[in-house]
């Protein structure tokens, strides 16, 4: 096995071992941003020249698009836009803060039926979140919730695949030892969470909190069941509405296709800002080693 491994890399190594790779990573590439281009290149059209022609090309009315799209209805967009900054941020801390908490429980503490809920709590990864979305309209109905900022909010907060991954994460970052010497010493279960724990942990949680933003600000299903009122909408429903109110009036496309683009941004800048957290753990990593 390690002759063939070796003559592997070998082979990899060669100029012509590299092609299909590299070929394979450009095809998938071009497969993910040719349609974030072509949204953006659509953004500066107007409507005229979105309908005319379809090219790659800049057009001329990109400050009139977004001037159109934050003026729609009296600024709904910026309120959709505050409605997923809310959901996103608030859900995407909760959901993290719980997920650390249960990661680091089910690594470092020996209890009965631990296995028993991890292993459930896998199985709550392999569940889509589509196939959620109704029963819990109809539980969030029964006591009155439905409707409002909590029915988003709440459904979003337990994470099966952020308690998954926290305590893989705890489980390998989180010496044992220097837990028990934190309890020899004194220190109570919560005070070494917060002190020992949590602090190592943050990289783990960075990965959960920017999973869970990107995933609850993509969400679309479970607040378009949940919500009525058009002021509660986050950019999802909201744009969707534009889309639906388009076949009437073509200019509304526009507005929508622009919309789609500024909602990226939020996304570019949380992604540049959490990077560091990843570069910081990689660099001390390499202190220690």
């Given at each position: 096995m390690t002759a063939v491994a070796t003559r592997e890399r070998a082979k990899l190594a060669t100029p012509r071992g590299r092609i299909v790779p590299t070929a394979l990573l450009l095809i998938g590439a071009a497969y993910c941003l040719v349609p974030v281009l072509w949204v953006l290149v659509a953004t500066s059209k107007s409507p005229g020249e979105l309908f005319t022609t379809f090219s790659f090309a800049p057009g001329t009315g990109l400050f009139d698009n977004l001037s159109d799209l934050f003026s729609y209805g009296g600024g709904q967009y910026g309120l959709w836009a505050l409605n997923s900054v809310l959901y996103a941020g608030i859900g995407g801390a909760l959901s993290t803060f719980v997920s650390t908490m249960a990661g680091y429980a089910l690594a470092k503490y020996e209890f009965k039926g631990r296995n028993l809920i991890f292993y459930s709590i896998l199985g709550g990864v392999l569940i889509p979140g589509i196939t959620?979305?109704?029963?819990?309209?109809?539980?969030?109905?029964?006591?009155?919730?439905?409707?409002?900022?909590?029915?988003?909010?709440?459904?979003?907060?337990?994470?099966?695949?952020?308690?998954?991954?926290?305590?893989?994460?705890?489980?390998?970052?989180?010496?044992?030892?220097?837990?028990?010497?934190?309890?020899?010493?004194?220190?109570?279960?919560?005070?070494?969470?917060?002190?020992?724990?949590?602090?190592?942990?943050?990289?783990?949680?960075?990965?959960?909190?920017?999973?869970?933003?990107?995933?609850?600000?993509?969400?679309?299903?479970?607040?378009?069941?949940?919500?009525?009122?058009?002021?509660?909408?986050?950019?999802?429903?909201?744009?969707?509405?534009?889309?639906?109110?388009?076949?009437?009036?073509?200019?509304?496309?526009?507005?929508?296709?622009?919309?789609?683009?500024?909602?990226?941004?939020?996304?570019?800048?949380?992604?540049?800002?959490?990077?560091?957290?990843?570069?910081?753990?990689?660099l001390s990593g390499g202190l220690k080693g």
């Open positions: 959620l979305a109704i029963p819990q309209y109809l539980l969030l109905s029964q006591v009155g919730l439905a409707g409002g900022y909590l029915s988003v909010l709440l459904p979003l907060i337990i994470s099966p695949f952020g308690i998954y991954l926290s305590r893989v994460y705890a489980a390998s970052a989180v010496p044992q030892d220097m837990i028990e010497a934190a309890r020899l010493d004194g220190a109570s279960e919560i005070m070494t969470f917060l002190r020992i724990g949590l602090p190592m942990m943050v990289p783990g949680m960075v990965t959960v909190f920017m999973l869970q933003f990107v995933g609850i600000w993509n969400n679309f299903l479970l607040p378009f069941i949940m919500l009525s009122d058009q002021n509660s909408y986050p950019l999802t429903v909201g744009l969707y509405t534009l889309l639906a109110k388009g076949s009437g009036s073509p200019a509304l496309y526009s507005l929508a296709i622009s919309g789609a683009a500024v909602s990226i941004i939020p996304l570019i800048l949380l992604m540049l800002f959490l990077q560091r957290f990843w570069r910081l753990d990689l």
